[in-house]
């Protein structure tokens, strides 16, 4: 557990870093699929923690804990009650500790060039989506974020899943800022949308892309963004 300073026990202010050591942003498309998400996969390393300085510039959402992944490329805030586990594919978010998952978010980066930039996330989105393996029973329509220097674009599909004999939602959302971007794909079972409303609303509302921070104790961010 990180707390924001050494007297405030409080929950709703706590930062897990994760390195970059424990994401692995190649593959043939650039990102894997959502067919990696089931729950076998779900295991990984507790997440390192950080004593926080007092003093710092932090503020999680209420109810939430701030995740920090390579020291600022991507972030955003999860219900704090969720556990975090990094594998050498994805950084995961699950809602409860396997077998009692209801949902799983699994989030992969990596920087592009340039002239990845004329590319927009809608675009990618829908070359992504086809790449699922699993048989699709519905796709929504495609959100848009546009929040200056992130964008971002998102999509739910509905999926007959093969192994649990029920359907499965995935949202799939890609983000992009500067010259970082990643994919962030949150698989849950029907019946628990209302709770992944409020949680996917809390992750695009926080959510911030390439913005590296120089010193994670603190909360100072590097003059120039990547």
């Not at 990696?36 to 300085?53: D, F, K, N, Y």
Request: hydrophobic share 35%; glycine share 4%; with cysteine.
């Amino acid at each position: 557990m990180v707390q924001s300073d050494s007297t405030n026990r409080d929950k709703t202010r706590q930062i897990y870093p994760c390195s970059a050591d424990f994401i692995s942003t190649q593959s043939a498309s650039g990102y894997s699929t959502t067919h990696s998400l089931r729950r076998p996969t779900c295991t990984g390393r507790p997440v390192r923690a950080i004593e926080i300085q007092s003093g710092h510039s932090w503020k999680a959402a209420p109810g939430c804990r701030i995740l920090l992944i390579d020291s600022g490329a991507v972030r955003f805030d999860y219900p704090a009650e969720w556990v975090v586990r990094p594998t050498p594919k994805y950084v995961f978010v699950i809602d409860r500790q396997p077998p009692d998952d209801r949902c799983l978010l699994a989030v992969s980066w990596r920087r592009i060039p340039i002239r990845a930039l004329s590319i927009s996330t809608a675009a990618l989105l829908d070359r992504l989506a086809p790449l699922e393996t699993r048989p699709s029973d519905h796709r929504g329509n495609t959100q848009h974020l546009h929040r200056p220097p992130l964008e971002a674009a998102w999509t739910e599909t509905r999926f007959i899943e093969p192994v649990y004999g029920n359907d499965v939602c995935t949202r799939m959302c890609v983000a992009r800022a500067d010259c970082t971007q990643a994919v962030l794909l949150l698989d849950y079972r029907e019946g628990n949308e209302a709770a992944i409303d409020v949680a996917w609303k809390i992750l695009l509302d926080t959510l911030v892309i390439g913005e590296y921070i120089e010193d994670i104790r603190s909360g100072r961010k590097h003059a120039k963004r990547g």
